[in-house]
């Protein structure tokens, strides 16, 4: 690529000058000016959300518009200036409108065909060689885009903000702490109408076509939330399934009652009852750990219609009428006795694969003490007793797995989990009507779902309803 220079500078500046017109008109700014003998003929910007056209791109309405102005579609001797490197449309165009020179700004790293992702003008074999000149400009062209989509960002926080206003006695993580997560790519979506959330935002991700004829609905425990599934959902979506994980309230990116009373156990099971109704959930794989599956395992004998799988990783049946593990109540002293625990840290105990920015990523929903309710009252409201709340509901869970449950269980154990290990996930087995064996993975502890790929793969081999294929068939 050859060198900037005055003169590219100065029709750049133009092209500029259209792509500040795009962002005023909503557009994406972009702009284009096509040049012949020193004189501007022709200029473009993006369109293509005011003229509901996908090839409305600013390059495109210039060639078109220069095209017009010389009765002729190829645009010999002319050079284009574009303020962004052109995706593989607008390279085609131009060469197919034979230009002698295109000159861009800032890189495009996604879709820009001149280099960046592929070089459309580097085929020695296309008949007509267009010479390519980049990166002038490049910092005040990019700036244009950056400050375009901040503001695009911030108003849909503030929409974000007027459909869920935030409650006084609740708070909300910044979306800031949730910027980059390594391996969670999936947009948010919220939901706070419901009758149980009383205003209060949850957070949920919904991926996967609604209409799949299965659909895995992942539950997280305490102190996780729904970025512990991550390893696991693009295992499930490329067998063609939907996933929806939502955070309980407390958690990830949903919001965070100050008070540590809020969270009782009837409280969140009603939220997860109301969800299912809302989303119109069927087919559903429950997918549950920890307090995942303390609350889950309760919600099948609600609407058994709607449920055909049982996917339970270490967790437990909390019926109150037998004892805790010895696990679990150390792990209730320790938060009791060092409640500002690093949640980072306490994963990678157990994980020591995971990077310091996955460790980060479990550390977000929670920027200081404030935000950390949940993770106190949780493990306090496991019910330890037969009158304690949620401990007749999970006696009623226990028998209906146990005697009417038709669908399929699998079982996955994290042998290394000092808090619910192998003789409390065979209890559980021995529950589930008509569950095998349980799977064993020698190295994974509390958290399977950090060895998630493996278990998905299993999963979706393993659970087949009527009318649902099998991997693979």
């Known amino acids: 690529m050859a060198s900037e220079n005055a003169t590219d500078t100065h029709w750049m500046r133009l092209a500029v000058a259209e792509a500040q017109a795009a962002a005023q008109a909503g557009e994406v700014p972009v702009g284009a000016v096509v040049v ?214 407390g958690f990830g990116k949903s919001d965070k009652p100050k008070k540590d009373a809020f969270h009782q156990f009837d409280a969140h099971r009603q939220v997860l009852l109301e969800l299912i109704e809302r989303l119109d959930l069927r087919n559903v794989v429950l997918v549950v750990q920890d307090w995942g599956g303390i609350l889950g395992l309760t919600l099948p004998m609600a609407m058994p219609e709607r449920f055909g799988g049982l996917l339970a990783m270490n967790t437990v049946l909390a019926t109150g009428d037998t004892p805790l593990p010895q696990g679990f109540v150390d792990w209730r002293a320790m938060c009791r006795d060092k409640p500002l625990y690093g949640v980072g840290r306490l994963l990678a105990r157990g994980n020591p694969h995971l990077s310091p920015a996955e460790c980060a990523a479990y550390d977000a929903p929670f920027p200081d003490k404030g935000y950390r309710a949940a993770l106190r009252a949780f493990p306090e409201r496991v019910p330890a007793a037969a009158d304690d709340p949620g401990a007749a509901l999970s006696r009623a869970a226990r028998d209906f797995w146990r005697h009417q449950w038709q669908g399929q269980s699998l079982v996955v154990v994290g042998a290394q989990d000092p808090v619910l290990g192998l003789p409390t996930m065979r209890a559980l087995q021995n529950a589930l009507r008509g569950c095998p064996e349980p799977l064993v993975l020698p190295h994974a502890g509390h958290f399977v779902q950090e060895h998630g790929e493996a278990v998905a793969a299993r999963a979706v081999e393993y659970f087949s309803f009527p009318g649902v294929r099998r991997s693979g068939a």
């Not at 600013?58 to 579609?73: D, G, H, P, S, T």
């Not at 002319?78 to 303020?83: D, N, P």
């Not at 503030?158 to 390594?182: E, K, N």
């Not at 992942?218 to 295992?235: D, E, F, K, T």
Request: aromatic share 8%.
């Open 36 to 249: 012949k003998d020193g004189q501007v003929i022709a200029t473009g910007r993006n369109a293509p959300v005011q003229g509901h056209d996908p090839t409305a791109h600013a390059e495109i309405v210039a060639l078109r518009a220069a095209a017009q102005r010389l009765a002729n579609y190829r645009l010999d001797g002319c050079s284009l200036y574009v303020t962004l490197e052109p995706c593989a449309m607008c390279s085609g165009a131009m060469l197919h409108a034979r230009l002698a020179r295109v000159v861009y700004g800032a890189a495009e790293p996604k879709t820009g065909a001149a280099g960046s992702v592929l070089n459309l003008f580097g085929h020695a074999e296309i008949n007509h060689q267009t010479e390519v000149v980049g990166g002038v400009l490049a910092q005040e062209c990019g700036s244009l885009l950056s400050q375009f989509f901040a503001g695009r960002r911030s108003a849909q926080r503030a929409d974000a903000r007027a459909r869920h206003p935030l409650r006084d006695d609740a708070l909300r993580t910044p979306d800031a702490a949730f910027a980059d997560l390594p391996g969670y790519p999936w947009a948010p979506q919220y939901v706070s109408d419901l009758p149980s959330l009383a205003g209060l935002r949850l957070h949920y991700l919904d991926e996967g076509p609604s209409d799949a004829p299965r659909t895995w609905l992942c539950l997280h425990g305490n102190p996780a939330w729904s970025y512990l599934y991550r390893r696991m959902i693009p295992v499930l979506l490329a067998a063609g399934d939907r996933v929806v994980a939502p955070d309980l309230i």
